[in-house]
T-cell receptor, first 114, second 116 residues
Framework: GDSVTQMEGPVTLSEEAFLTINCTYTATGYPSLFWYVQYPGEGLQLLLKATKADDKGSNKGFEATYRKETTSFHLEKGSVQVSDSAVYFCALSDPGGSNYKLTFGKGTLLTVNP | EPEVTQTPSHQVTQMGQEVILRCVPISNHLYFYWYRQILGQKVEFLVSFYNNEISEKSEIFDDQFSVERPDGSNFTLKIRSTKLEDSAMYFC??????????????FGAGTRLSVL
């Protein structure tokens, strides 16, 4: 079945450091890929998405590129801020398996210190 | 900005009791979902709902679970007889269309269910 594996946390960085959170996936079809973010006390918010190979999703300085050859969708940001502290979830939606559900990774807690 | 609203934010119940978790999806959305996250584990799909019926459900969603859209605005998840292992954060989500079109699912803040 479909699965998403993302880097174990927690990740602790200093402000302005470079961030990478790794995400790899297994899917039966040709999935769409997503990064969701959950700030403390809030729901999951879509951060960015990519729907086909080599697409780059970007938002708020975060980027991720859909790499079909390595089945990866790593999240990066060049210079993190304290306000980026949150839990980040990688997810996929696979039309080959199911037309509806999202399959999530375990989540990675990011803490950015001033 | 429109948002998905879930109530209550925290529900405490005794084992064997029935609970109803409530959600108000975004008004023009057609697809509705429930997910749950047991502490320290992955967010797991429970059920999707479209056109007043379940379109898909996971193995977790057994006979103890049911969903309903009673009045055109609310979307509820009922657990008939709660077990200790039902303790989790439950997330409601909605989307304009099914994920096949790459549409975005919008999530509520979740209801933390604690079964004692």
């Amino acid at each position: 079945g479909d699965s998403v594996t993302q880097m174990e946390g927690p990740v602790t960085l200093s402000e302005e450091a470079f961030l990478t959170i790794n995400c790899t996936y297994t899917a039966t079809g040709y999935p769409s890929l997503f990064w969701y973010v959950q700030y403390p006390g809030e729901g999951l918010q879509l951060l960015l998405k990519a729907t086909k190979a080599d697409d780059k999703g970007s938002n708020k300085g975060f980027e991720a590129t859909y790499r079909k050859e390595t089945t990866s969708f790593h999240l990066e940001k060049g210079s993190v801020q304290v306000s980026d502290s949150a839990v980040y979830f990688c997810a996929l939606s696979d039309p080959g398996g199911s037309n509806y559900k999202l399959t999530f990774g375990k989540g990675t807690l990011l803490t950015v210190n001033p | 900005e429109p948002e998905v609203t879930q109530t209550p934010s925290h529900q405490v119940t005794q084992m064997g009791q029935e609970v109803i978790l409530r959600c108000v999806p975004i008004s023009n959305h057609l697809y509705f979902y429930w997910y749950r996250q047991i502490l320290g584990q992955k967010v797991e799909f429970l059920v999707s709902f479209y056109n007043n019926e379940i379109s898909e459900k996971s193995e977790i969603f057994d006979d103890q679970f049911s969903v309903e859209r009673p009045d055109g605005s609310n979307f509820t998840l009922k657990i008939r007889s709660t077990k200790l292992e039902d303790s989790a954060m439950y997330f409601c989500a909605s989307s304009e269309a099914g994920s096949l079109m790459g549409n975005i699912q919008y999530f509520g803040a979740g209801t933390r269910l604690s079964v004692l």
